[in-house]
């Protein structure tokens, strides 16, 4: 019998599965912390390797983002060098992340060639601190002209450098900003940097006036919840949407999927185990802290999750996180899937961002304290997230948009696109009652509460379980937001936080400081203020079910904005109001920002045209010869019968062949309708006018394509049907 190629997958991943190694564990506790940071030119190795002076500037600069000398680069950088070279490391590469939304590198040798044909090792304070690269291939808005292709490239001593090997060599990564000769970022970590210190001096600004005097700077702290699916590469290999889109464009739904709720949390299959052990060692040697790992609700969909650090570093972890099991997929006979939505019909995969901001002494500014004090704080910080969400959710809803996210919010999965938080029943009477209503349910709820004299009654920790349909949840210490979608960077969202708190603290700072000056004591200008923030912002709490209809309506009775899809939110983007947010404290400029909304919009484009061309070319190549020759035979066959019968009655083989032929004409002019949109979308050249025509002609005509596909799917002789089906991708692993 020749194997169809879905049927060679199914037997060689039968084969593999069968002979599943099952070895003793080679690494315990003891080596794994030996292991940890193993990789990574980190404090320690500085301390090691750089004279006493020179290490204790570069440390200042770390912490404190104190100037660097220019004199110590050379020290530095041959110390980092000798400690890559030793480590078997013959690259380097400036590392970044520009605005594809993924990371570029491009290596160079530390062999120079000597004028007596010999080589040399080299790498001087220079190479390490600038690199130009070609940057005309990257998109920047229009920030760049076509004369001035040169990007600039520039390290961040604040993210430690790291090695990733290659099979024959490793090279040594820095991470670096990225901007165009003008001066102005064509990355995202720039911004992310700008948005800290904005944050964190209106932090220091705040606790000053509270008469805290020895903080000197506050940082945020994130950790980021990485959700994936497994699909086996050898039936990813025979789906060239999942290729090329990232989700699968065609799919009946899978004839089992999460209904029974037995994939979630349940035992790891142990090839996907043996995947994730690898993965998570590598992840360690790179000093990353990878804490959780779990089966997520869909079949095939799992969960990686690191332990909280500074949002610089979280974020480069992150895209790191994504890097290595990408890569360890690939070796696994997986490939790992990032997108919000490959499958239609079971979950989508989110990431979660947990919140929170520590000051340099070593205090969560979002927990609250054992002093009345402590708590006016505590209270001062939450009505400034409030703030920050109720008058800023722009910018926030504009860190999440992507075609891809927008297959997954608001869908009965992930938060809708409706920007709300939640503070549990507690923590909401509490507030109520600090704004003076006296219907806070909880029994605390008919105290009221005076600043710098009551004490808070005690919080519990992690209350997150009780809603997880928030879009933005505070879970006792942090907040959680999750609207951000799987194959996102986290900076957008970061960025987005990090500015509009910024903007709310400034606010209610200022709102202090003139208190005071009028000669208010500061704790009554505290006990003045918080109630009206409180009865402000009320609307934006909101502790009940997120997904539900009634929420929709009540939103808008409330007047919170639903940004519904990507055109919808990036429209917003250049509205002076919203661009304020991040122009008033220097995170982006005007011109950056237009720049990137223009970025985001076409990026919106091209992905929507990229899947109306695989959507058009498996449809006419692939399914339809299936399903016509699936037709052809279905009427020879009632001809012959026919023959044999010799008589007219009526065949059900007649039934099946309409049907069949209903759904094939039906799938041909489908695909010319598409194509009709494809080509009209190719026409407008005004990028936000091709958004809104790709939102609303090209989808919905691949939407219908995929209607009349998957229904022959279902009926189509199984052996006949190209690709691999659902149940195929999201069980056998
Ligand atoms: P859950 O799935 O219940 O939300 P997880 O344990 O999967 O919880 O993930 C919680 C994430 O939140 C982890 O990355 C954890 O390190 C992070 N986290 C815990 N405390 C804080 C904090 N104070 N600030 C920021 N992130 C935090
Ligand atoms: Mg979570």
Redesign the pocket.
Known sequence: MVFTPREHAIKEIAETLAVAPCKEPELGNTQRSDMFGRDVFNMRAMRERLPKGVFQRLEQTIKNGAQMNPSDADVIASAMKDWAMERGATHYTHWFQPMTGTTAEKHDTFLTPTSEGQVISQFSGDMLIQGQTDASSFPSGGLRSTFEARGHTSWDPTSPAFLVSGPLGRTLYIPTVFYSYTGESLDRKTPLLRSEDALSHQCVRLMRLLGNTSVTSVQV?????QEYFLVDRRLYMLRPDLILSGRTLYGARPLKGQELGDHYFGAIPSRVMAFMQDAEDQLFALGIPV??RHNEVAPGQFEI????ESSNIATDHNMLIMEVLRTTAERHGFACLFHEKPFTGVNGSGK?N???LRDSNGH?LLEPGDTPRDNAQFLLFLAAVLRAIHKHPEPLRIGTVGASNDHRLGAHEAPPAILSVYLGEQLTAILQSIAGKKDGQYSWGNRTMEIGVSVLPPLPVDV?DRNRTSPMAFTG??F?FRAAGSSQSVAPVNIALNAAVACALDDISSELEKAVAEGTPILKAVQDLLPRLFQEHEPIIFNGNNYSEEWKKEAERRGLPNYSDTVIALEQYNRPDVMNVFCSHGVLSERELLARQGILIENYVRTVSIEAQVALSLGRTAILPAALSWQKDLADLIISTRQALGDGEKLPEEELFRRVRRHTTGLIAALDKLEEAWNGLKGIKDHLEAARFARDQVLPCMRDCRTEADALEEIVENRRWPLPSYEEMLWLN
Do not use: D, F, K, Q
């Open positions: 702290m994130i950790g980021v919840e804490l959780t999750a690191p332990v909280y979660h947990n919140w929170s969560n997150s210490n942090r959680e």
